[in-house]
C-alpha cells in the first residue's frame, strides 16, 4: 500500500529553519515524483517543489527559492525539504505527494497539484516570534 508520512514540522522564529522529511513506503521513488505543497488557513494549496523521478530535477515556486532546498535519498526511499530563512508567511500545513511521473513539461506538476496521486496527512509549520 501506498503510504506517505510526513515529519518535522514545528513552532520556529523569523529567520530559523526546519527540515521536513516524507517517508515514502509501499512503492520506491525511482518511478514517482514527489512534491511539496503547503496550505495556510483562508488560501489554496500551493506548491512548493518537487523532485523528479529520473534524474533528480529540482523546481521551486518563486516565494522559496534560494531558501528552500528539495532532496532525496533513494536509499531511505525519503525525501527532504530544508527551509532556511523561515518567514511569518511560510506558516502553513505542508504535504508532500507522490506521482506517477509522465511527461510533464517543467514546473507543471508545481502548479497543478490535482494531477498527484497521492498525498501525506500534513504537518504544521508555524513561524512567529
Known amino acids: 500500500q501506498v503510504q506517505l508520512v510526513e515529519s518535522g514540522g514545528g513552532l520556529v522564529q523569523p529567520g530559523g529553519s526546519l527540515r521536513l522529511s516524507c517517508a515514502a513506503s509501499?512503492?520506491?521513488?525511482?518511478?514517482?515524483?514527489i512534491g511539496w505543497f503547503r496550505q495556510a488557513p483562508g488560501k489554496e494549496r500551493e506548491g512548493v517543489s518537487y523532485?523528479?523521478?529520473?534524474?533528480?530535477?529540482?523546481y521551486y515556486a518563486d516565494s522559496v527559492k534560494g531558501r528552500f532546498t528539495i532532496s532525496r535519498d533513494i536509499a531511505k526511499n525519503t525525501v527532504y525539504l530544508q527551509m532556511n530563512s523561515l518567514k511569518p508567511e511560510d506558516t502553513a500545513v505542508y504535504y508532500c505527494?507522490?506521482?506517477?511521473?509522465?511527461?510533464?513539461?517543467?514546473?507543471?506538476?508545481?502548479?497543478?497539484?490535482?494531477?498527484?496521486?497521492?498525498w501525506g496527512q500534513g504537518t504544521q509549520v508555524t513561524v512567529s516570534s
Open positions: 523532485i523528479s523521478s529520473s534524474d533528480g530535477s529540482t
Open positions: 509501499g512503492f520506491t521513488l525511482d518511478f514517482y515524483a
Open positions: 505527494a507522490a506521482e506517477r511521473s509522465g511527461p510533464h513539461p517543467p514546473f507543471v506538476l508545481l502548479r497543478l497539484w490535482k494531477l498527484w496521486d497521492y
